[in-house]
């Protein structure tokens, strides 16, 4: 599948972005056993970044879930695919996304885990689209807002290409 994209954040201003939210969260951590929970498979090339940037340690764990299937549209249906390897009772919790949109998916996983007795919970992202947003959720750390346009690139995909791109980028239209 090749695309025709439009960059909209470049990886200097991603990267810049990047290491002022690190900074912040090894502030707000400081003291505490965090925790950085990845939201599967976009959020992967943020965390990587995030974790390198951090100047205090932390551990690291893995969830999939499915509100999309193949299409560009939130289906309101959340799937866990893959849970957390380990007990989040008495940590603190950090979610890390690529993006929230509708908010669906990260509203049920935060119900989810609140339900596994976390000392904290909060969400990062590196995205936020606003203007779609169907529940009520904010995030407590984000890089950029952006507008209600479709963005593949740094790790976001659409049906599972253009992850490897560099830069945050607008898919104008794509071949199969
Ligand atoms: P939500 O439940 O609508 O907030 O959807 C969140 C998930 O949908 C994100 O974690 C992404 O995986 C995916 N998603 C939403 N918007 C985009 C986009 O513009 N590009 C790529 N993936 C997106
Ligand atoms: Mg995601």
Request: proline content about 3%; aromatic content about 6%.
């Amino acid at each position: 599948m090749t695309g025709r994209t439009r960059v909209l954040l470049s990886k200097e201003e991603i990267q810049e972005k990047v290491k002022e939210l690190a900074a912040i969260v090894s502030r707000d951590y400081r003291d505490k056993d965090l925790l950085l929970v990845c939201v599967l498979k976009g959020a992967v090339v943020f965390l990587c970044d995030l974790l390198r940037s951090l100047e205090i340690g932390a551990e690291i764990d893995f969830m999939a879930v499915s509100s999309y299937g193949n299409a560009s549209i939130s289906s309101g249906v959340v799937r866990i695919l893959k849970d957390l390897d380990r007990s989040i009772d008495q940590k603190d919790v950090l979610i890390v996304e690529d993006i929230i949109d509708t908010g669906l998916t990260l509203s049920y996983l935060r119900e989810n885990l609140l339900s596994r007795n976390p000392l904290s919970l909060r969400i990062i992202t590196l995205l936020d689209k606003p203007e779609r947003r169907i529940a009520k959720i904010e995030p407590d750390y984000c890089g950029f807002c952006i507008p209600d346009e479709f963005v593949v690139g740094y790790g976001l995909d659409y049906q599972e290409k253009f992850r490897h791109l560099p830069d945050l980028c607008v898919l104008l239209e794509f071949e199969p």
